[in-house]
């Protein structure tokens, strides 16, 4: 069945520093992929999303691109801040009239001063 | 001010007790989803709701049930079935269209003494 793996965590890192959260996915058709965030203590919130190969999702500084060849949706921040310390998660569904989303595991990211 | 409620942010039951977690939304979805999450699990669908007075089972449906008898609400029962009920639950529901973004409440945490 469908899939999506997530790098282990937690990733810990100083501020201003690079950011990739690598995320992969299994699908035997073409799925919409997201990025959701989670603060401590609340709900998801969506950061970004891809509906078709090459497609580039960028939102709040952070970016993911669609890439069909190697089945990833790699997450990326260029510099990352006390603020952007969440759970991060990668999913994907097929949309339509259902949209069940498929979670990966989830990565928390820590970013110290 | 558009949004999911959920209701209590945390809950307390004793073990055998059912409960009943409540989801409104104000959004206009037709379908609301109900999500498990445990520490490092990610999250699983327990139940989904495409129109009222529609619900189908999600991956672990076991020792849950719901309703949906108004388009806005769409509250879970955990029974006394449900094993390993203290967790973190989290309603959902789906822009539909083109979209396929799934949006968040707040979620509700349950212990279960």
């Known amino acids: 069945g469908d899939s999506v793996t997530q790098m282990e965590g937690p990733v810990t890192l100083s501020e201003e520093a690079f950011l990739t959260i690598n995320c992969t996915y299994t699908?035997?058709?073409?799925?919409?992929l997201f990025w959701y965030v989670q603060y401590p203590g609340e709900g998801l919130q969506l950061l970004l999303k891809a509906t078709k190969a090459d497609d580039k999702g960028s939102n709040k500084g952070f970016e993911a691109t669609y890439r069909k060849e190697t089945t990833s949706f790699h997450l990326e921040k260029g510099s990352v801040q006390v603020s952007d310390s969440a759970v991060y998660f990668c999913a994907l569904n097929y949309g339509g009239s259902q949209g069940n989303l498929i979670f990966g595991k989830g990565t928390k990211l820590s970013v110290k001063p | 001010d558009g949004g999911i409620t959920q209701s209590p942010k945390y809950l307390f039951r004793k073990e055998g007790q059912n409960v009943t977690l409540s989801c409104e939304q104000n959004?206009?979805?037709?379908?609301m989803y109900w999500y498990r999450q445990d520490p490092g699990q990610g999250l699983r669908l327990i139940y989904y709701?495409?129109?009222?007075?529609?619900?189908q089972k999600g991956d672990i449906a076991e020792g849950y049930s719901v309703s949906r008898e108004k388009k806005e609400s769409f509250p879970l029962t955990v029974t006394s079935a449900q094993k390993n009920p203290t967790a973190f639950y989290l309603c959902a529901t789906l822009a539909g269209g083109s979209y396929n973004e799934q949006f968040f409440g707040p979620g509700t945490r349950l212990t279960v003494l």
């Open positions: 699908a035997t058709g073409y799925p919409s």
């Open positions: 709701s495409q129109i009222v007075n529609d619900f």
């Open positions: 959004l206009n979805h037709d379908a």
